[in-house]
């Protein structure tokens, strides 16, 4: 399969577009100014193409695609504008979803995110939770959601709402900020250290996702949420990370009222065949910087 990766020079996107180059597809691995890191191994290379273009320019993007895998995004952080988000996050969805049609690609896979919930009071997140009061961000995904479902009749998509993303090269998430602070020694102080955890999924598990979604034939829209196995807590994160990285930071702790919710991807394995790792195994892979 053709399969078009954008977002390749970040840590989702390049570590998803190894992944399927690995599996046997011919990649075409879009950036706008990254550099990106072909696959290791040489017949894989050989199936590797790196596009670089704005994502708002369509004329850069390949006609030849049977499928897009949409992993870019620019999320909430300092120094981000909500008019940035929109640019990058709306406005070029729309060009990709617009190129994908006029090719006739056979399927669109989405890294949307929780953000798109909003605020959740429940106690276990699932697709059947209402969207209530989302941020910038989670509006920017909600609304390219909904331009995919606008086009389910002639491009077949599924929206992945994605916790914190992990792995080699990850930042920008919490765990991934434990990780950096509790590596270089800096203290550490976050809340709440009983709360039940699974919000987090390894890049290889959600690559197997996508793999085996591919595998098939899509119809209509569908929207899956996904997180580890299993539970722990916010406080044996923080341990497995200190112990796994002989961390020597001052770690405080404090209490804080915001809802805390556990994920259940159970319609993800059930639908799609998404198997995660357990959460405790998750964060000790990641933290280990083992070879992934």
Request: hydrophobic residues 40%; neutral net charge; aromatic residues 6%.
């Amino acid at each position: 399969m053709r399969i078009l990766v954008t977002g390749a020079g970040g840590f989702a996107g390049g570590h998803m577009a190894r992944r399927l180059a690995a599996a046997g597809h011919q990649i075409y691995a879009l950036t706008r100014k990254s550099p990106v890191a072909p696959p290791g191994e040489t017949e894989a290379r050989q199936r590797f193409k790196v596009v670089q273009s704005s994502l708002l320019d369509a004329s850069g993007l390949p006609d030849e695609i049977d499928a897009v895998v949409h992993t870019a995004a620019t999320s909430i952080w300092h120094g981000i504008s909500v008019d940035r988000m929109l640019t990058d996050n709306v406005l070029a969805t729309q060009v990709l979803i617009n190129h994908a049609l006029r090719v006739q690609a056979k399927a669109f896979v989405f890294y949307s995110s929780v953000s798109a919930f909003g605020r959740v009071s429940a106690d276990v997140l699932d697709e059947t939770v209402p969207t209530t009061d989302p941020d910038a961000y989670g509006a920017t995904k909600l609304l390219s959601e909904q331009h995919l479902a606008d086009v389910s009749d002639d491009l077949p998509s599924l929206s992945i709402r994605l916790p914190a993303v992990v792995g080699q090269g990850s930042k920008r998430n919490w765990p991934s900020e434990v990780l950096r602070k509790l590596s270089a020694g800096e203290p550490l102080s976050y809340f709440n250290p009983q709360t039940p955890f699974n919000n987090v999924v390894h890049e290889a598990d959600l690559a197997a996702l996508v793999k085996r979604v591919l595998s098939r034939e899509l119809s209509g829209c569908d929207m899956v949420v996904v997180g580890s196995k299993g539970q722990i807590t916010s406080g044996d994160v923080v341990g497995i990370i200190a112990a796994e990285t002989r961390s020597v930071s001052e770690i405080a702790t404090r209490t804080d009222p915001r809802h805390a919710f556990l994920i259940d991807s159970s319609k993800a394995g059930a639908r799609y065949g998404f198997e995660p790792g357990e959460v405790a195994q998750v964060i000790r892979q990641f933290s280990s910087r083992r070879a992934e």
